[in-house]
């Protein structure tokens, strides 16, 4: 059976390649959390986003600066923050990137520091490695006996 597998963030991606040497990993995190709260609320402030990253509303307005500066927020007055177009596509790819890290961390069995190192690797990984783990994600959810299969051998080899 032939299958289509579509990778629907190319275009995303496409976006994310043109501007990677303008947004570092911080940005990156930064947008992956607007588009996480913009997802639902359709905006997000200031005082909010800070929260949710920990950091202060200083160290955040900086950064939010920048991304409005490359057209991918818009931000003006009230402390509100919207994704542009442009900051939505990227936005989307960021998270469908950190969702296929995170789902193989998962596959694999890393537990206690999934999150932590889902987000150490998000911000290196290629293109093709990141579409390879995302097709053997598909393929293990596809072939439930494998991930089985590899937690007996895990078992067996710790012992
Ligand atoms: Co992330």
Known sequence: MKRQYEFY???GYKMMNAEKK????????YLEMIYRICKKEDYVRMSHLAKKLNVRPSSATKIVQKLRDLGIVDYQKYGIIQLTDKGERLGKFLLKRHNIIEEFLKNIGTEDTRLKDTEM???GVSFNTLKNIDLLNKFLLDNPNIIQ?????KRDYCE
């Open 22 to 29: 303008l947004l570092t990993s911080s940005m990156e995190d």
């Open 121 to 123: 690797i998000e911000h």
């Open 9 to 11: 963030t190319v275009r």
């Open 149 to 153: 299969q590899f937690e007996e051998f």
